[in-house]
């Protein structure tokens, strides 16, 4: 299971979400902007526009996610407690996702 959000695939929720970057560098894409956010920055992503990130440096980069209200917990609980085996259980992500309010703008 290590590793499998390493760049999440480009979704929507209906809750904002920001990001706070402590370590490393991050790109995200936000609606239609691509950009790399750097140690400091801080990043904002309303809620129902869709968004992605994954890392952009050779060190491993650290972020801190802030969901308000706070609904992608859920999500991750369930995925260490239900997803076993990738990519064989990528259909339960899905499912999960689709439970929880997230909605993946491409497949999986």
Same mark, same amino acid.
């Given at each position: 299971?290590?590793? =499998?959000?390493? %760049?999440?695939?480009?979704?929507? *929720? ?12 991050? *790109?995200? &894409? +936000?609606? %239609? %902007?691509?950009?790399?956010? &750097?140690?400091? $920055? ?5 809620? &129902? +526009?869709? @968004? ?6 050779? %060190?491993?980069?650290?972020?801190? =996610?802030? $969901?308000?209200?706070? @609904?992608?917990?859920?999500?991750? /609980?369930? +995925? &260490?407690?239900?997803? /076993?085996?990738?990519?064989? $259980?990528?259909? /339960? ?12 703008? /491409?497949?999986?």
């Amino acid at each position: 299971m290590k590793g =499998i959000f390493q %760049q999440p695939v480009p979704h929507t *929720h209906d809750w904002n979400e920001a990001y706070f970057i402590t370590v490393g560098e991050v *790109h995200f &894409s +936000v609606r %239609q %902007q691509s950009f790399t956010a &750097s140690a400091g $920055d801080f990043v904002y992503a309303p809620g &129902s +526009v869709p @968004h992605g990130f994954w890392g952009a440096s050779e %060190q491993p980069a650290r972020v801190l =996610i802030f $969901d308000a209200p706070a @609904h992608t917990g859920i999500f991750f /609980k369930r +995925v &260490s407690r239900e997803v /076993k085996d990738l990519p064989r $259980d990528l259909p /339960k992500v899905t499912g999960i996702a689709e439970a929880t309010g997230i909605r993946f703008t /491409k497949p999986i």
